[in-house]
């Protein structure tokens, strides 16, 4: 099946600097790749995805990239606010499933003013 | 235009008592999904059923644990006989069609605490 790796599991960035966390997938028929942000007590909500017929996508200050050849994609923030402070999971999707996304282990991102 | 509603948001249980779960999906979605998240993990799914019909368990402990999804009212996940292990997060999804890769949307899920 497939297995999802995160990193790195914790992130301190100062507000207006950048922040990349990178994830790896071993299924190489996955083709969709959302990213989740969780605040504390909430549930994850959908921020950004990407599919595997493009090699990147960009939605104000996010944007994520996926190389299929070496099976990584990351997520990147700029300009970072400190309500950018979150739990953020990267997910795959291999294509024979239906909504069954396998999760990283998460990225707690602490922007300090 | 709520959004996936589930109740209760704590739900404390002693060894050996049942929990019972509740998720309301968004309106106009009959796709739902639960998933179990254990602290300082990701999430892990579950179970995914259409309204009567479970389409895909293999996520689920095939015992003590059950999921329903009935024609009218809320998904139920059922935890008979619980133990301390499943102590953790559980989160609901929805999605409008079930399609292939379509976006899930998560609610705010609810914290089961066993004594």
């Known amino acids: 099946g497939e297995n999802v790796e995160q990193h790195p599991s914790t992130l301190s960035v100062q507000e207006g600097d950048s922040a990349v966390i990178k994830c790896t997938y071993s299924?190489?028929?996955?083709?969709?790749f959302p990213w989740y942000k969780q605040e504390l007590g909430k549930g994850p909500q959908l921020i950004i995805d990407i599919r595997s017929n493009v090699g990147e996508k960009k939605d104000q200050r996010i944007a994520v990239t996926l190389n299929k050849t070496a099976k990584h994609f990351s997520l990147h923030i700029t300009e970072t606010q400190p309500e950018d402070s979150a739990v953020y999971f990267c997910a795959a999707s291999p294509t024979d499933s239906w909504g069954k996304l396998q999760f990283g282990a998460g990225t707690q991102v602490v922007v300090t003013p | 235009n709520a959004g996936v509603m589930q109740n209760p948001r704590h739900l404390v249980r002693r060894r050996g008592q049942e929990a019972r779960l509740r998720c309301s999906p968004m309106?106009?979605?009959?796709?739902v999904y639960w998933y179990r998240q254990l602290p300082e993990e990701g999430l892990k799914f579950m179970v995914y059923l259409q309204k009567e019909n479970i389409i895909d368990e293999s996520g689920m402990p095939k015992e003590r644990f059950s999921a329903e999804f009935p024609k009218e009212g809320p998904s139920i996940l059922r935890i008979q006989q619980v133990v301390r292990g499943d102590s953790a997060a559980y989160f609901c999804?929805?999605?409008?069609?079930?399609?292939?890769?379509?976006?899930?949307?998560f609610g705010s899920g609810t914290q089961l605490s066993v004594l």
């Open positions: 299924d190489s028929a996955s083709n969709y």
């Open positions: 999804a929805s999605s409008p069609s079930g399609g292939r890769n379509e976006k899930l949307f």
């Open positions: 309106k106009g979605h009959s796709h």
